[in-house]
């Protein structure tokens, strides 16, 4: 009984297609094959009338496309596509996959005039008939169905979308009347190619040459015949028929369908028919996933940064691309745009390789306990990141880390996978930050050299070594202080004197930074910071503390390289940036604002640190950081109980930050084994620098080796002024007379002198020194030993003792 619904159901239905079949052909006899001033009658006469009457006008809008990110050398990291379709002309479509659409679906393509009678009649019959149901529509139609259709949604209008495709007679006379217009306007090959790259194949891929790739990873100017025959069979019905998701067996006997049309009209002989027929579709397909999303890139952190970046609408360069989020994402995602990056693969490689060489993915090397990570998730993880930064553009070279990004719901949450991008701040899908250790010691540096303190002047320590700290009171941190005495060790026993500033930077003392950085007022280092870019990863300046300017401060690796740029550029800074340029599916370039390098420290100032700076490689913490005869400045950074630490360095072209820690804990890395390789405790200089090393090394690969500039005699010597006098003053005194004078003092020492107890006796240096130079004070001890008198004339001198005569050894 339910068969006999069915199919008195489909009856009603073949009755009414034929009913409104045979109202088309009416107006077409009326309007189309009879011409108007032949028409005879009132009944042709309004057939004609209403036809003409019909909108004409057929516009199309440029297709939705995929883009496509690419590395420097052209290299594809990814596709952002809303469709995954890629558009190409017609001549880049393999001329038997042309003929194959054609066949199965309008083999008199090139003979009607966007309409075709014999078609609607034969279909009309067919279907009456009870025989497989036919589509009557042209492929000039089917066009015009499908463009409707993708121009509502561009828009938006689900709508207008639905009525594109809605089987009614009043859609079907329209969508004929656009396709008689249309015929007059384009070419046949023109509405061919239309078709070909507008066609859905199934599977999400849109287009022809999507397809091509996305089944048999060939380009669809190489398409065999039983490649083309199978696309063309998909086009019907593709959410059926589709080989990946229903199964190689509706798609081979469709495409044996449309193979056999193909000979019957004689565009294939007998043997390539059955030769084609004879393949087993399973082993034909060769899936490729289109690289939809930066999940499936290659390098997926850089691929999202670069997203981020392009959607950041607080940057106004990118305004081409819209000025809203949403603008941006539909112009990226359906543009067809080409965005080529500023990623070398080659440095990205070899960063990437040495990087995980020495800090592998997925280990395990926390210490001593075992710990439950099913508490704390991937805490045991000791995690590494790097950015390299060309200093004089502000490209962004490289950028890697030791984690894999997670593709499927169950990753994200396995040990080892991350989809936080360490090297970047929050707003680029990355992290708040790290601490950075003594890398912020540079930062002091420059203040000091601004303030008149020169590269061979000395500055102020307090004694300290591993076990023993030095504390610094509340009102010696500067404006910006802790509410307690602030207590800092040194990695020796070494301080309590005037120490020169090129070993308390090569050595990376802690109590004469310390000491330095909180004379020059911790307010001001904190402004020197804010001048050269650095800010927390959230994207704020650091917090007012005294432990701010020590390196406590949470920020990234990308945000510490540009910092440490300025000083390769000479002063200038450039801002972080990873696009090259973006071009139009045309080739037409898309007008790229850019923000201007500024100048934003000294010149002299920037060579002067620079020259501090490469003591640190030459025979300092950094010495594993040598390049050999390529000059290079850097510092180590190292954090309490080894939580973190750093290499941060550049030469004249190259800038990059290393940082190795962990991202999940406070855990320090202490008694740790890393790639074979077991560490006491882990300091800047033992994984940070040389890994540094190796990534420069690549990066400076071809480039010829070039010097820094040199400071100024004023910057090395400064100009020397005259110390007073300060023997016999208290030290309060000394300091208050010496500060006067524009010196810095301490005391360094004593000695014995007759000078009252606790006072001055000299200073060293003394007579002039370089304005701003740490005066050191040595105090009297006490009255001095007085020698024992001479002896008296009449007292007779001992006779002198004999020489011993040398005696031969044995043996």
């Known amino acids: 009984m339910s068969g006999r619904a069915a199919n008195l159901g489909n009856v009603v239905s073949l009755l009414g297609a034929f009913v409104a079949t045979a109202l088309v052909m009416g107006l077409l006899a009326a309007g189309l094959l009879i011409p108007a001033v032949g028409a005879t009658g009132s009944v042709a006469t309004a057939g004609v009338k209403a036809f003409d009457d019909l909108p004409s006008e057929f516009t199309t809008s440029p297709l939705s496309q995929q883009s496509r990110i690419v590395d420097a050398r052209g290299r594809v990291l990814a596709t952002p596509q809303e469709e995954n379709r890629v558009i190409v002309s017609l001549d880049q479509v393999a001329p038997i996959m042309r003929k194959a659409q054609v066949a199965i679906e309008d083999s008199r393509f090139y003979e009607h005039g966007g309409v075709d009678p014999r078609g609607i009649t034969r279909a009309a019959v067919s279907n009456f008939q009870g025989h497989d149901v036919q589509g009557a529509s042209t492929l000039t139609q089917q066009y015009v169905k499908l463009t409707l259709q993708e121009n509502a949604l561009r828009n938006n209008d689900k709508a207008a979308a639905d009525a594109a495709v809605r089987v009614s007679a009043a859609r079907k006379i329209q969508e004929i009347k656009y396709a008689v217009t249309l015929e007059k306007e384009m070419t046949k090959d023109q509405i061919l190619a239309g078709y070909l790259n507008l066609a859905y194949y199934g599977d999400l891929a849109y287009g022809i040459q999507a397809a091509a790739e996305h089944y048999f990873s060939v380009p669809a100017s190489k398409l065999n015949l039983p490649q083309a025959a199978t696309l063309a069979g998909l086009v019907q019905n593709p959410s059926r028929t589709d080989p990946f998701n229903n199964g190689p067996e509706r798609a081979q006997a469709r495409r044996n369908v449309v193979l056999d049309r193909m000979h019957e009209l004689g565009i294939i002989n007998d043997k390539d028919w059955q030769a084609a027929k004879a393949i087993p579709l399973a082993k034909m397909l060769k899936r490729k996933d289109p690289l939809s999303n930066c999940a499936a890139s290659s390098e997926p952190y850089f691929c999202n940064y670069v997203m981020a970046y392009l959607k950041d609408t607080s940057n106004h360069n990118l305004d081409a691309l819209g000025k809203t989020v949403p603008e941006r994402v539909k112009n990226i995602t359906q543009g067809g745009l080409t965005i080529q990056t500023t990623l070398d693969p080659t440095v990205q490689q070899a960063a990437l390789a040495d990087l995980t060489a020495r800090v592998p993915k997925d280990n395990r090397a926390m210490p001593r306990d075992a710990y439950d990570r099913s508490k704390a998730g991937i805490s045991q993880l000791v995690g590494a990141a790097a950015t390299v930064i ?387 004070l040595y105090l009297s001890s006490g009255q001095a030993v007085q020698p024992p008198p001479p002896p008296s004339p009449t007292t007779q001198a001992p006779p002198p003792t004999p020489t011993p005569k040398p005696t031969k050894k044995k043996g």
């Open 390 to 776: 060309e200093p004089s553009t502000g490209r962004v070279i490289a950028m890697v880390q030791n984690s894999s990004y997670p593709t499927t719901s169950q990753q994200q949450t396995a040990y080892g996978y991350t989809q936080v991008n360490w090297n970047v701040d929050t707003k680029y899908g990355g992290t708040s930050g790290f601490q950075f250790g003594s890398t912020a010691k540079m930062f002091s540096i420059v203040r000091a050299l601004e303030s008149g303190i020169t590269v061979n002047g000395t500055v102020p320590s307090k004694f300290a070594g591993p076990t023993q700290s030095a504390y610094y009171s509340p009102q010696e941190q500067g404006s910006c202080h802790d509410t307690k005495p602030y207590g800092i060790r040194n990695d020796y026993p070494i301080g309590g004197k005037p120490i020169p500033f090129r070993k308390a930077t090569a050595d990376s003392i802690n109590t004469a930074f310390a000491s330095l950085t909180f004379g020059l007022g911790t307010r001001n280092v904190l402004d020197t910071m804010t001048k050269m870019h650095l800010h927390t990863g959230s994207g704020g300046n650091l917090p007012c503390y005294a432990s701010s300017v020590l390196g406590t401060g949470d920020v990234t690796p990308m945000t510490l390289a540009s910092s440490y740029a300025i000083l390769a550029n000479s002063g200038k800074y450039c801002p972080p940036n990873p696009i090259l340029s973006i071009t139009t599916p045309d080739k037409k370039p898309v007008k790229i604002g850019s923000t201007p390098c500024q100048q934003v420290i000294d010149p002299d100032v920037a060579n002067g640190a620079t020259e501090l700076l490469k003591e640190v490689i030459k025979n300092g913490t950094g010495t594993k950081a040598s390049l050999g005869t390529r000059p290079a400045a850097g510092k180590t950074g190292t954090t309490d109980d080894h939580v973190e630490s750093w290499f941060v360095g550049y030469t004249a072209q190259r800038a990059a930050a290393v940082w190795v820690g962990t991202p999940y804990s406070q855990r320090g890395m202490n008694g740790i084994t890393l790639a074979g390789q077991w560490y006491k405790g882990v300091f800047g200089g033992d994984i940070a620098a040389p890994v540094w090393q190796g990534i420069l090394q690549a990066a400076s690969a071809g480039l010829p080796e070039r010097d820094f500039p040199p400071p100024s005699n004023t910057i090395l010597n400064g100009d020397n002024i005259a110390i007073p006098y300060v023997s016999g003053m208290s030290v309060a005194q000394a300091i208050s007379t010496l500060q006067a004078a524009g010196f810095s003092a301490q005391v360094a020492g004593s000695t014995s002198s007759g000078i009252a107890p606790g006072l001055v006796v000299y200073t060293n240096p003394s007579g002039t020194a370089v304005k701003g130079t740490t005066i050191g």
